[in-house]
């Protein structure tokens, strides 16, 4: 399943990238993120074919906003190969062989386009009018990584941890302050400004630098936030997160932390 993990670790990358601040163009940028393409693809073969798929590599086609997802089913299976679209437009999945037309299985992805659509409105609007106080919730994850028995940062306390967060205007990454990162001495984890760290080459772990991107808080209906964040180390090192977190007059509490992925 070496594949998959590689798939795994881009959405890692991804998110980080996505919590430094990387612009893309909205006309062209996805809905889906890699992984929810992953699994509406794997979510549509599973009845007919099995949950046993590796993924053997995946795009998004940005005229057509369609996402192609290739599924390697192994030696002496029938089809040995499917390639996924899933159409951003329309909502239709069609699974097929790579040079035949025609579909070997349908399905609908409506649902998390939904909920996809919810979430880039609600960053639009956090772009638009930036939750207060962006060093306080760089802190109170950081905190909560910490201190929570299997969280990522506590089980990883000995690596030097490198912070930035998505700028709401799309350039620079915000990074961790340096009165941030005094404040944030107690809990014993080497930290640093996400613009001093210096990325693996060529995916490669060298040492035990690792990363940590957070993306904007986008509101939600219960007056909380959720927050996605990440943390990436090289290859096949890393995970992403996503969290609620509570605002009010004493600064920003995380209600609620889960890991999405990890490689």
């Given at each position: 399943?070496?594949?998959?993990?590689r798939?795994?670790?881009?959405?890692?990358?991804?998110?980080?990238?996505?919590?430094?601040?990387?612009?893309?163009?909205?006309s062209?940028?996805?809905?889906l993120?890699?992984?929810?393409?992953?699994?509406?693809?794997?979510?549509?073969?599973?009845?007919?074919?099995?949950?046993d798929?590796?993924?053997?590599?995946?795009?998004?086609?940005?005229?057509?906003?369609?996402?192609?997802?290739?599924?390697?089913?192994?030696e002496?299976?029938?089809?040995?190969?499917?390639?996924?679209?899933?159409?951003?437009?329309?909502?239709?999945?069609?699974?097929?062989?790579?040079?035949l037309?025609?579909?070997?299985?349908?399905?609908?992805?409506?649902?998390?386009?939904?909920d996809?659509?919810?979430?880039?409105?609600?960053l639009?609007e956090?772009?638009?009018?930036?939750?207060?106080?962006?060093?306080?919730?760089?802190?109170?994850?950081?905190?909560?990584?910490?201190?929570?028995?299997?969280?990522?940062?506590?089980?990883?306390?000995?690596?030097p941890?490198?912070?930035?967060?998505?700028?709401?205007?799309?350039?620079?990454?915000?990074?961790?302050?340096?009165?941030?990162?005094?404040s944030?001495?107690?809990?014993?984890?080497?930290?640093?400004?996400g613009?001093?760290?210096?990325?693996?080459?060529?995916?490669?772990?060298?040492?035990?630098?690792?990363?940590?991107?957070?993306?904007?808080?986008?509101?939600?209906?219960?007056?909380?936030?959720?927050?996605?964040?990440?943390?990436?180390?090289?290859?096949?090192?890393?995970?992403?997160?996503?969290?609620?977190?509570?605002?009010?007059?004493?600064?920003?509490?995380?209600?609620?932390?889960?890991?999405?992925?990890?490689?």
């Amino acid at each position: 399943m070496q594949r998959v993990k590689r798939r795994v670790l881009r959405g890692v990358a991804l998110l980080f990238a996505l919590g430094c601040g990387a612009a893309m163009a909205q006309s062209t940028k996805p809905l889906l993120g890699d992984m929810d393409a992953v699994n509406i693809a794997l979510q549509a073969v599973e009845p007919k074919y099995g949950p046993d798929q590796t993924i053997a590599g995946m795009g998004f086609d940005g005229p057509s906003r369609e996402w192609r997802v290739h599924i390697d089913r192994g030696e002496g299976k029938t089809p040995r190969a499917l390639v996924v679209i899933v159409s951003e437009i329309t909502g239709k999945v069609c699974a097929r062989e790579p040079a035949l037309d025609g579909c070997l299985v349908q399905a609908d992805a409506s649902n998390p386009l939904k909920d996809a659509r919810e979430k880039r409105a609600a960053l639009d609007e956090a772009m638009n009018n930036p939750p207060p106080d962006l060093q306080g919730v760089m802190m109170a994850l950081i905190r909560y990584q910490a201190a929570t028995q299997g969280g990522y940062l506590n089980a990883n306390r000995g690596h030097p941890l490198y912070v930035s967060m998505q700028s709401p205007t799309q350039d620079k990454p915000i990074d961790l302050s340096a009165q941030a990162i005094r404040s944030l001495k107690d809990v014993d984890i080497a930290v640093f400004p996400g613009s001093a760290w210096t990325p693996p080459k060529d995916g490669v772990h060298v040492g035990r630098d690792m990363a940590m991107g957070v993306r904007l808080p986008t509101r939600r209906s219960d007056g909380n936030y959720d927050v996605q964040y990440g943390f990436i180390c090289g290859s096949l090192c890393g995970s992403g997160h996503t969290a609620v977190l509570r605002y009010d007059a004493t600064g920003w509490h995380v209600v609620s932390s889960f890991m999405d992925f990890i490689s």
